[in-house]
């Protein structure tokens, strides 16, 4: 089969979770005998290891002008003449688009011309909001407003008939788009559990550390951490926090006072040292996460850590993994489940229901499950 991945970022990893979850899908495919190409908007930033092509020689982050031409292209939702010559010449047999910043959803129409069947994964709410997170610029929660948010899901979805599979991480994502493709088949394909490189130690018992890798910014709930860590360091909890983001400032500034550990970015070898100097994770998000779970989630749980999350969005769906306990995402509420942790037979449950990870197989679960969609798609 000739499948072509669709993604603004493509397999450009160092980019995000979409990014990962394109250049994984590609390899798999490929190492199973397939034919699959990746199409993006953006150039990638690092080496990639699957067949790519760009579509845009600059790239938003860097380039005022493209970041305004993506704006106007993602209104417009033209199926242009140069994607149309893009996909014919990578003849595929399905076409899987993901995240579309910079291509449009006339990606769909220049797929149904082709006679190509589309598969679609939801990975945010782009096509609901063009901030993609359904949340404000102060981190509040927001309704699309139903003109203008409204006009520009209309202009997005008016290929929408072309895709006849949707792909989500959580029945929540789902749900939230239910509008949009009325007559699509819907699908959700959890994002798999991969073991990690380094056989990591077993928690302690109690916990005493609490671990927080990720970006540092207001819909993560960086700052109902930072007002909790003083009240869970009292019960002999330490946080320590990992990644970069515009709230650095105010996590150094905590840990100046002595009420966190911060160890900036963390990657590679860094990062499985970060696991495993602590016994539970935290996802704490204030905002409703797409996936259920995200790919935090998984590596907490791949690297034998029970995880603590909010229960905003997909996020309350991965307590159905094991390991996964759930909490409101404000201080008290976070303070209150760290409690919780340090009851014996909460935390030996919790330990108890982490998944044993096999090398790889949940990862040829996940993708023997996109290559049923696929299947269905082609029929």
């Known amino acids: 089969m000739r499948v072509l991945l669709v993604n603004a970022h493509g397999a450009d990893s160092t980019y995000g979770g979409a990014e990962r979850y394109t250049g ?42 493209r970041r305004v031409r993506n704006r106007a292209g993602d209104f417009a939702a033209m199926p242009w003449p140069r994607l149309e010559r893009a996909v014919a010449a990578a003849a595929p047999d399905v076409v899987h688009t993901g995240n579309l ?16 069947p589309v598969v679609h994964t939801l990975h945010d ?38 895709v006849s599979q949707v792909v989500a991480g959580s029945a929540h994502l789902l749900g939230r788009h239910r509008d949009f493709f009325p007559d699509a088949e819907t699908r959700v394909i959890r994002l798999p559990l991969v073991a990690t490189e380094v056989l990591q130690p ?20 960086i700052r109902e951490l930072l007002a909790a860590a003083p009240a869970l360091a009292v019960e002999g909890l330490a946080v320590r926090i990992a990644g970069d983001g515009r709230l650095r400032a105010e996590v150094e500034a905590a840990a100046g006072r002595g009420e966190i550990v911060y160890e900036g970015r ?30 935090v989630v998984c590596e907490w749980l791949a690297g034998g850590r029970p995880v603590l999350v909010s229960d905003r969005g997909g996020l309350a769906e991965a307590a159905s993994l094991g390991g996964v306990a759930v909490a409101e995402p404000t201080a008290a509420g976070l303070v209150a489940a760290g409690r ?21 197989a949940d990862l040829e679960r996940w993708v023997d499950e996109h290559l049923s969609v696929y299947e269905a798609a082609a029929a």
């Open 24 to 65: 994984d899908l590609a390899r798999k495919l490929r190492e199973r005998g397939h034919d699959a190409f990746v199409l993006s908007a953006f150039p990638s930033r690092g080496q990639l290891d699957v067949p790519s092509l760009a579509l845009h020689r600059s790239d938003w982050r860097t380039d005022p002008t």
């Open 101 to 116: 910043p910079g291509l449009g959803t006339g990606v769909w129409e220049v797929a149904r011309r082709l006679a190509v």
């Open 125 to 162: 709410y782009y096509l609901l909001c063009a901030r993609t997170s359904l949340v404000r610029s102060d981190g509040r929660a927001c309704t699309p407003h139903p003109a203008l948010c409204g006009l520009r899901s209309r202009r997005l979805g008016r290929w929408s008939s072309a």
């Open 202 to 221: 077993p928690p302690a018992a109690p916990p005493r550390t609490l671990g927080y890798i990720g970006a540092l910014e207001q819909t993560k709930g």
């Open 266 to 295: 963390v990657e590679g070898e860094a990062k499985h040292r970060f696991l495993a100097g602590c016994d539970a994770g935290l996802v704490p998000s204030t905002w409703e996460e797409p996936s259920g779970p995200p790919y």
């Open 340 to 360: 919780r942790l340090l009851v014996e037979q909460e935390w030996q449950r919790l330990l108890d229901a982490v998944p044993t990870v096999a090398a790889e």
